[in-house]
Structures are given as structure tokens and as C-alpha cells.
């Protein structure tokens, strides 16, 4: 398994409110360009609601759970996320409202489960075509699940195989038509993220931007 990740505000936001999960590691500074990992059995992104309290918050604890959350069981892991964001809250009412959507991939033996909560998306390399493998938790632009103080999360989970994977937030894959994000993937992950930070350094980039590329 390869993984390369990165995540940065933008050029427009004060503050980073993604999050990276790679591992056991949950990675939320602004990066310059992507960072290499070992191999992850776990790797996911996640995107405080902008307009919510402590957005930023939200993104991390809820990460911070999945790393730590023995039950291999990604639903039952996401629940409990949520009821440490309630508690978070309940110790502080400022945090009042936070919520945040994840997205990623479990790897277990030979089976892949990817899950997502909202719109961050998971996708798979198909010949020459990027698969849609998750499911956007919106409608018209605004979400109606996410993982957050006043809200019951829908969890999206489904099983694959191996392959090439991008999992993203919406600050990232909403830059790109769908059509030029398939033409910067290649068979070469490396060659992969070359083109896509050098496309990136051509957008407007108006949220934060955060993704994976993981090929298992």
C-alpha cells in the first residue's frame, strides 16, 4: 500500500478546518506540497461545516475517534464520534452546533470498506474513469447528514477490491470538471500527485483542500 496526502487552507480561509486520518495519525496543519506514508490500515479525510461552530473541532476529534475506536465496525465508529462531539459541547457550549463530513477507506486482509458521512467522497480508478464509490449525504449544495452535535449521521458503507483511490474533500474535487481530474491520473501514484499539484496551483482555490491518494 502507498499513500501520499495533503491538506491546506486555501487561498481565501483564515484557518484549515480538514483533517487528515493516516493511521493512527490525524493531520490538520496547512502543507506546502504531499507528505509520503507507510501503509495505513485506515486513511480518511474530513471537512468542518463551514458556518458551524469550531468546524475545525469537529474534523479532528471525529478522526481522532476512528483511530482510536477498536470495533472494526466503521457505522458503530462514527456513532461514537458523535457522542464525543455531545460531550465536547456539553463541557463547552460554544462548540455548540459543530459537525463535520468524513470519508475513507478500512483495510482489512484482502476487503477494503469505504464509508463516507456527508460529501467528502471516495474514489476509484476504472480503466481510464474515476468511480464515484461513496454517496453525498446533499441536495442542492447543502448537506442533510453529517457527523455533528444536532445531527444523526447517515452512514454510507460499501466493499471493494484493491486499486487506485483518491478520497477528498468538496474544496478539492469541486475545482475540477470531472473529465480533467480523470486525465491527471495515471498507473504511476507518484506521477499522479505531480500532475495534480501542478494543476492545483492553477485554481482559485476558495476552501480548504484535502486529499488522499492511497493505491492498496
Do not use: W
Amino acid at each position: 500500500m502507498k499513500v501520499f496526502y495533503f491538506t491546506n487552507r486555501g487561498n481565501y480561509r483564515d484557518k484549515n478546518e480538514d483533517a487528515l486520518l493516516i493511521d493512527k495519525k490525524v493531520i490538520q496543519e496547512d502543507m506546502e506540497k504531499p507528505r509520503e506514508s507507510a501503509p495505513s490500515k485506515i486513511v480518511a479525510v474530513a471537512d468542518g461545516v463551514g458556518g458551524a461552530a469550531a468546524g475545525e473541532v469537529a474534523s479532528k476529534s471525529v478522526l481522532e475517534t476512528l483511530a482510536d475506536f477498536e470495533n472494526p465496525d466503521i457505522e458503530a465508529a462514527i456513532f461514537r464520534a458523535k457522542e464525543k462531539l455531545k460531550k465536547l459541547a456539553e463541557k463547552d457550549p460554544s462548540l455548540n452546533g459543530m459537525a463535520t463530513t468524513v470519508a475513507g477507506i478500512k483495510v482489512e486482509s484482502n476487503k477494503i470498506t469505504v464509508f463516507n458521512c456527508g460529501d467528502s467522497r471516495v474514489y476509484k480508478k476504472a480503466g481510464k474513469f474515476l468511480r464515484i464509490l461513496s454517496f453525498d449525504h446533499s441536495k442542492g449544495g447543502v448537506l442533510y447528514s453529517a457527523v455533528g452535535t444536532d445531527i444523526t449521521p447517515e452512514v454510507f458503507t460499501r466493499q471493494t477490491d484493491g486499486g487506485i483511490f483518491l478520497i477528498a474533500t468538496d474544496g478539492f474535487y469541486g475545482v475540477f470538471e470531472e473529465q480533467e481530474l480523470e486525465e491527471l491520473f495515471e498507473e504511476n501514484i507518484e506521477k499522479t500527485v505531480s500532475n495534480i499539484m501542478q494543476k492545483l496551483k492553477t485554481k482559485n482555490l476558495h476552501d480548504n483542500t484535502t486529499f488522499i491518494i492511497a493505491e492498496v
